[in-house]
């Protein structure tokens, strides 16, 4: 608490101690400097800002609903009118994202821990162990990222750097000791060539998929990861190239894709993917 006093006071805010209330207060007359917004950066701030705290209303999120609310409320009322006018032409919709619903308090937690580098025990629901659990969690970095936030660190329970599902933490609490993050700790460094969220040990694997035309433009036309390369083939069909480490993660994207895809390598990732093609025919009846 007394850094963030400290800034804002650094940041020119009158914030003074109220002996008789017992506690900080920021003179009322005291605002921030007027922001020049051009109408398509109002427009920006308001609709992804606006939308997008909707949707995560009990996390970070939530605040952007009322930055856009107030920033829409500065304008001039000519440029209100106008940006309602073009607001009513653009939606934005989002993937699916994991509300967090309850967790703006395990949220808010995690976030200072990290910033204060506070270590906290959490209790977690584990997916991979099948049970809860608890750990004394050191969190480095918190991350949002497919649809969820999550919170990276290194857990007494596992003695290495792990990353949590913040919507599967049960509870939050301080213990009172302090961490230092390594200097050489950082989320690319942490995440390597994962496909998503979860490294594997061991090399890197070299992928080889090839799509078929039905879904080859489709494919190339996202960049679905930083190391993908695409080499359309005569017959309109896609060789996808991607360095990644670990398949556990990328075995389900290329599911996802059915008949349209043929795993050429690894071919542990090929074995994999047709072990699980077998199993959905077999819960079909149709083998």
């Known amino acids: 608490m007394f850094r963030d006093i400290e800034s804002l006071r650094e940041a020119g805010v009158p914030i003074e101690y109220d002996a008789d209330a017992q ?3 920021i003179d009322a007359a005291h605002f921030l ?3 020049n917004l051009t109408l398509e950066e109002a427009l920006s701030v308001v609709l992804l800002a606006g939308r997008v705290g909707e949707l995560e209303r009990d996390t970070l999120f939530a605040a952007a609903i009322g930055a856009a609310e107030k920033i829409e409320a500065s304008l001039p009322s000519s440029m209100r009118e106008r940006l ?3 607001a009513e032409a653009i939606d934005l919709r989002p993937p699916p994202v994991n509300p967090l619903a309850d967790k703006g308090d395990v949220y808010r937690a995690l976030l200072r821990a990290s910033v204060d580098q506070q270590a906290v025990r959490i209790r977690y629901d584990c997916r991979t162990e099948f049970r809860e659990i608890e750990t004394d969690l ?3 970095h918190l991350l949002f990222q ?3 936030w999550y919170v990276i660190g290194r857990s007494s329970r596992h003695d290495e750097v792990r990353t949590f599902n913040i919507g599967r933490v049960k509870a939050v609490e301080p213990t009172g000791a302090s961490f230092k993050r390594p200097p050489s700790f950082s989320v690319k460094k942490h995440l390597r060539n994962a496909w998503r969220l979860i490294p594997d040990d061991g090399p890197d694997s070299e992928v080889h998929l090839r799509f078929s035309a039905v879904v080859s433009r489709n494919v190339a036309e996202v960049l679905w990861h930083p190391t ?3 080499e359309f083939r005569d017959d309109g ?3 996808y190239h991607v360095t990644v480490s670990g398949i556990r993660e990328i075995v389900w994207w290329v599911l996802g894709y059915g008949d349209q ?3 050429l390598k690894p071919e542990r990732l090929r074995r994999e993917v047709a072990r699980r093609h077998r199993a959905a025919a077999e819960r079909y009846g149709v083998v």
């Open 146 to 148: 497919e649809r969820s």
């Open 228 to 230: 993908q390369r695409c």
């Open 138 to 140: 050191d969190p480095y």
């Open 33 to 35: 400097p007027p922001t």
């Open 237 to 239: 069909s896609l060789d």
């Open 84 to 86: 309602s006018e073009v």
């Open 23 to 25: 506690r900080y207060r």
């Open 261 to 263: 895809v043929e795993v």
